[in-house]
């Protein structure tokens, strides 16, 4: 059996199989599926200072390969996240690796919630800063498409708190390599891509938006060979470490994402399908090393022929 | 969990009815709850569909289902000995009726699919009053009267029953049984759903809705399905609450109406 383990540095993940933010709610809801112990990590849904309702509804659509949604991070806000058993006490007891994916309207909230997270830090292995949602207009995209304000805020959380940070990039932007260099500048140990790219879709009979917000983020199967090139570029920008993610539904997909220079990959969309996709994927990564020659995941990252 | 198809068959115009081998998940089964059924594995349509549980008896799972578009095409389409992959049963479902309660399920279209098994929980015999847009979209009443339902219709061209609303049968119903306790038990479209928890209401009558929406992932994770429930303690008076696990069934008086 190949080594799996995956190491960032601060941390080391078992093996390199996430779930992707938002796709696994705060985790327990997957629990009476499978052990969640299993995974990488369990990356939770983006929490901020206060509760939010988020966007109105409709939320989600299907599209041919994908879907779009704008749900508009609903959440419970940070003190409910850290005291309530449906929320981290109890995903801390399944003995999942956990990662808190966050998020903020105002730089001084983010910085805020990474204090708040840096305080009560137990049973959190690292940060995902949420710099890229695109169906929030402060926080969201403003955030995640200028180079300026990405690097404050992620200098602002590096301030703010000693957990690993890692930075979710936006692929609505002109060249994502840019983006990759002024967050490890700031201090961010690792980047994750992609978020969901920005999408729209109409009903013809209604004549309508499919998306009560008009404008929503476009994520499966069909969004994996931008995400592809994207991680391609952004691993060959930064010396910190990349997740990768985006259309992944087989270890196949996430093979891929390890060749084209990723460290770890997250499974999102895919979990509405098939809630055992992530377990599938370790699995098949797994005999992909074995029939391979691969002694460890980490030589995949530069297995690519070019 | 992969469940295979015993039966899959016409039950009127765009109406069907299949059956799931699936013994413990039937065990488990209560009227108003569902099951997420990933029809097929495409890649073109990724998305479950949710279906209400009509029947769970002698081990298998009943759906009925009117085909609207690509996945209930898809589902037609499959033969006994094919297989779906199903979760479930999902949700918050109707509660049993108090012994000295009639039942009155309140449904719009495929919403009689979801009461059904009322029928089983019952002392009392229970009431029907289904509305739809013409006789076409009249479904299961047989089997209502079959289990001692009597069944009473509306609908919107007068092809059947009573022409007008569904919920016009109420007042009906009331007059036809004074000094008797009714539970009301409500699904189907929202606008209806939204006209009878109004008149519920007004009418100091008690019940339970069941309210949904488009669905994703059918676990409460993603909160594509959220509705909006009545929070008189908070600043807007209502949360989005989860339809899928959180409901798809609510009490009356957690019902937000705008
Ligand atoms: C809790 C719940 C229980 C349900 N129970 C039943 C049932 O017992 N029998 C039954 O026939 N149907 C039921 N439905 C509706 C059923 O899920 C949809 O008809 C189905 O998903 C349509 O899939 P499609 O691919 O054929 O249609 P699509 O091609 O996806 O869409 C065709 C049309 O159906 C509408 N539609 C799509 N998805 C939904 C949805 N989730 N809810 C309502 N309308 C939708 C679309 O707006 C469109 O007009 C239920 C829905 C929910 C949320
Ligand atoms: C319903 C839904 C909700 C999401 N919520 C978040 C979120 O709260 N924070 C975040 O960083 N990304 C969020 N994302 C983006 C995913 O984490 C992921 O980056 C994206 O969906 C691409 O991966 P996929 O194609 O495998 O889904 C969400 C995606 C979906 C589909
Ligand atoms: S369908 Fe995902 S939360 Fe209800």
């Known amino acids: 059996m190949a080594d799996l383990s995956v190491d960032f540095g601060k941390f080391t993940l078992k093996n390199p199989v996430m779930t992707a933010s938002g796709t696994f709610g705060y985790g327990m809801e997957y629990a009476e599926f499978y052990d969640l112990s299993r995974l990488g990590a369990v990356v939770v849904k983006g929490i901020r200072s206060i509760p939010s309702h988020g966007n109105p509804t409709p939320r989600i659509a299907e599209v041919t390969g994908g879907m ?111 983006f990759a260099r002024a967050v490890e500048d700031a201090g961010s140990d690792a980047v994750s891509l992609i978020n969901t790219l920005s999408a729209m879709a109409i009903d013809i009979n209604t004549r309508k938006p499919k998306i009560a917000n008009k404008f929503a983020g476009f994520s499966g199967p069909a969004v994996k060979p931008v995400a592809v090139r994207m991680v391609y570029e952004v691993s060959r920008a930064v010396k910190i470490p990349v997740i990768g993610m985006g259309g992944i539904s087989t270890g196949a997909d996430a093979v891929e994402f390890l060749l084209a220079g990723a460290d770890a990959v997250a499974v999102g969309t895919a979990n509405f399908v098939d809630p055992f996709a992530p377990l599938k994927v370790i699995h098949f990564i797994n005999e992909y090393l074995d029939k391979n020659g691969f002694k460890s995941v980490a030589e995949l990252k530069n297995a690519l022929i070019v | 969990m992969k469940a295979f198809i015993v039966s899959n068959e016409q039950l009127q115009n765009d109406y069907y009815r299949i059956r799931f081998d699936a013994r413990e998940m039937a065990a488990k089964s209560g009227p108003g709850q569902f099951v997420h059924v990933r029809i097929d594995e495409r890649n073109d349509n990724i998305l479950r569909r949710p279906f209400s549980i009509h029947n769970a008896e002698n081990g298998m799972i009943t759906v009925v289902y009117k085909v609207v578009g690509t996945g209930t095409e898809r589902l037609r389409e499959k033969l006994p000995g094919d297989s779906c992959d199903l979760i479930g049963p999902v949700g918050v479902g109707f509660s049993s009726p108090e012994d000295d309660v009639i039942p009155v399920a309140v449904c719009g279209g495929y919403g009689a699919a979801a009461t059904f098994m009322l029928t089983q929980r019952t002392k009392q015999p229970g009431v029907l009053l289904l509305g739809a847009r013409s006789a076409a979209d009249i ?76 669905m994703c992932c059918g676990v409460g994770a993603c909160f594509g399905c959220v509705v909006k429930i009545a929070a008189p303690e908070t600043a807007d008076g209502w949360v989005y609450k989860r339809s899928c696990v959180d409901g798809p069934v609510f009490k009356l008086a957690d019902v937000y109406a705008e």
């Open chain 2, 139 to 214: 479904i299961l009443t047989k089997e209502y009267e079959e289990r001692g339902f009597e069944v009473k219709i509306a609908t919107d061209d007068g092809s059947l029953g009573h022409k007008g609303r569904v919920t016009e049968l109420i007042d009906r119903l009331l007059a036809e049984k004074p000094g008797k306790k009714f539970f009301f038990y409500g699904c189907g479209p929202h606008p209806m759903l939204m006209a009878l928890a109004k008149i519920l209401k007004a009418k100091n009558l008690d019940g339970e809705l069941s309210i949904d929406h488009f």
């Open chain 1, 68 to 178: 779009l949604n704008a749900i508009g991070l609903q959440g419970p806000g940070i003190d409910k996240f850290l005291h309530d058993d449906h929320y981290l006490p109890g995903l801390k007891k399944t003995g999942a690796t956990v990662i808190v994916n966050m998020w903020g309207v105002t730089i001084e909230e983010y910085a805020e919630v990474a204090a708040r997270l840096d305080a009560e830090s137990d049973g959190i292995t690292a940060l995902e800063v949420n710099i890229s949602c695109p169906n929030v207009k402060a926080g969201g995209a403003a955030f995640g498409t200028d180079l300026k304000l990405a690097h404050e805020v992620v200098s602002a959380v590096r301030n703010a708190t000693k957990l690993p940070i890692i930075t979710k990039l936006s692929p609505n932007v002109g060249n994502i390599a840019d």
